[in-house]
């Protein structure tokens, strides 16, 4: 008799985990697919830094190009006033469109 409660209660127990995985899998997909693009896109959206992550958001920017000196710095002066970097140490500016669309007297890119 015990033997056979005991089956009962492990049986009981595994279709609470399995019914829990389940709907964590699907119920909080879309919720958790946001949180992970929120956070995929933090300080790659305008606004979304704080000023003072600008320096190592511009480091990693500017980690590939010869030119670190004016790249770090045109970086931190386009991060201070759009609050955002974008992802990658070239081109994903849409996904910053301050950043982006900040233009030289010549029309040439500001930001790096």
Not at 20 to 47: D, L, R
Request: net charge positive.
């Amino acid at each position: 008799m015990a033997k056979t409660l005991g089956i009962i209660f492990l049986c009981f127990l595994l279709l609470l985990v399995s019914l829990e995985i389940q709907a964590s899998g699907t119920g909080n997909s879309a919720s958790q697919g946001q949180k992970q693009g929120n956070h995929a896109m933090y300080g790659a959206t305008q606004g979304s830094l704080h000023p003072q992550e600008c320096a190592p958001r511009c480091t990693a920017r500017c980690s590939a190009t010869a030119y670190k000196k004016p790249c770090m710095f045109f970086c931190q002066k386009c991060c201070a006033k759009c609050l955002c970097v974008p992802p990658g140490t070239y081109g994903n500016k849409q996904s910053c469109p301050c950043y982006n669309n900040w233009k030289t007297k010549k029309g040439g890119p500001k930001c790096p």
